[in-house]
């Protein structure tokens, strides 16, 4: 299986975090300032029932006590009121972060070089653009809102005790601090866990998708056992990881709570006692354990938000540590002084794995018309890919016009080189939209032309319902071709996938889009080696022959060998 994406590490999540909230700043300090406004009001309450009861302790009357009532009504209502616009502009910040957060993944993924897109597994990419993102999202939108005005109360009710009383203030921030040794070994343990059942799904949803993409093989090739195999040891893996999350929880939770009555006890004892000794008053002591109490609501939602945390924490990690992975470069790079192809001294592995090319030298003049061929698994597709630039050498260069080709920015690099392989994506939009150049529909129409694609008059024509067929895509394909006029053109196995007469078809319109090109050819057919200025011979990540075709047949070598056990058959492969 491949590797996994790679996970950003604290620091770096850190200050993608720090990032989101100074793109919002004023928002966010409006927020701070309303939700401060309702943590106050909500102080109000429990300090005037400490003073209700003192009145009634002293024999007030109840005019006296009426009036205290109203005030706790009046902080009541504001309360309510000023929480209601807090949690109303924390939720607002929360989904404009996530919808952030979103747009940041899309673009970075839309950044990333073709190679390594097509390199990394397609469960992990799509579960961190779903799973990992909403889950991100769910906890910006449901958690992050109340949490943030739980801190906020939680602050102002501390302080609160503190003025009251200042040791009954201490004793009851004392009396919390056991249910700081919890979070601090539940978080200590659950990033991990957390980032462990991320990997989970991933591979699950890896293995999912290789079955599914895989469907026909698998039936051709009986692999059903196999598949069931290696999708069960994916779930159970799956299922281990969420349990030890489970325990995780089970044990942070029920301590928790339990920890909540202490402060509230502690208080109430020193308090009875200091109210013996004559040095505080009941309502203050009263006070003092209503504030306490207060507390619990708030700490329960943060304990829980710290708990979800974990799981969008590790969601985030996995999203960010997309930034990671090498973005095509951006920088000024030079530009070509002419269209030579230049291989030097090239060696490439695939994945760190054992080179596929050694030392491949080989200059492609413009407007020549290179063969390279070679029984299967000799390299010639990799080198193709080199020098289209969606890979880059593990060492030596190539170049088009002394600049390395895989440096150029894309827009760039397709006036220069481009590939055509046997797969061409149609896009779910309009013909035009999927010809991917912003022309004039003149020119439009006159590529489609060019490569006979007669069937294209409108180009408002919707290609997710109304699909092409595959000898239309592949004219499709070569029309973007046409569009991008590459001075290079490099061909692999354009039309293997078409039927006789579709292949006929697209080779008529590639005929008249390598018009006056540079053409190299990965030749699986020895007529195309035999028309082409050049053939490059491969074998074993070598060009071993390089010449003319007569030069090669005259020379008796490898090639000479190809050509006479073959060229009775126009059609026949080079492969093995
Ligand atoms: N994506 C990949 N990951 C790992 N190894 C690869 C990958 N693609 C090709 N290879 C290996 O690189 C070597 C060269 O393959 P390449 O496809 O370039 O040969 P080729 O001559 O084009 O063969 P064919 O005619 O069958 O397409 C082979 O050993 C192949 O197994």
Known sequence: MSTLLPIAGRREVARAARRLIAADRRPVIGMLAVTSLAALAGLGGPWLLGRVIDTVAAGGGVADVDRLALAVLLCAVAQTWLSRYALAAAYRFGERTAARIRETFLRRILDLPAAVVERVPAGDLAARGSTDVDTIANALRELMPPIFVGVMQMLFLIAAVV??????????????????????????????????????????????????????????????????AAGHAALAETRRTRLATLALRSVFFPLAETSYAVPAVLVLVLGGLLHIDGRVSVGTVAAAVLYLRQLVGPLDSILIFIEQLQAGNASFARVEGISAVGAAPTTETRRPADERIEVRGVRYAYDQGRDVLHDVELTVRPGERLAVVGLSGAGKSTLGRLIAGVDRPTAGSVTVGGVPIADLPPDELRRHVVLVTQEHHVFRETLRGNLMVAAPDGELREA???????????????????????????????????????????????TALLDPTAARTAERALAAVLHSRTVIAIAHRLQTAHDADRVAVMDDGRIIELGTHDELVAAGGPYAALWNSWHGGDSVGVRR
Not at 183 to 207: K, N, P
Not at 452 to 478: F, H, I, T, V
């Open 448 to 494: 489609l032309r060019t490569v006979g694609a007669d069937w294209a008059d409108d180009l408002d024509r919707d290609l997710g319902e109304n699909p092409l067929d595959g000898a239309q895509a592949q004219q499709l394909a070569l029309a973007r071709v046409v569009l991008a006029d590459p001075h290079t053109v490099i061909l692999d196995e354009a």
């Open 163 to 228: 003025l009251l009383d200042p040791l009954l203030g201490i004793l009851g921030v004392i009396g919390f601090s056991g249910i700081w040794f919890v979070t601090r070994w539940y978080l200590r343990r659950a990033r991990d866990a957390y980032l462990l059942e991320g990997e989970a799904t991933s591979r699950l949803a890896d293995e999912l998708a290789a079955t599914t993409e895989g469907a026909r093989t698998i039936e051709a090739f009986g692999l059903h056992e196999r598949r069931f």
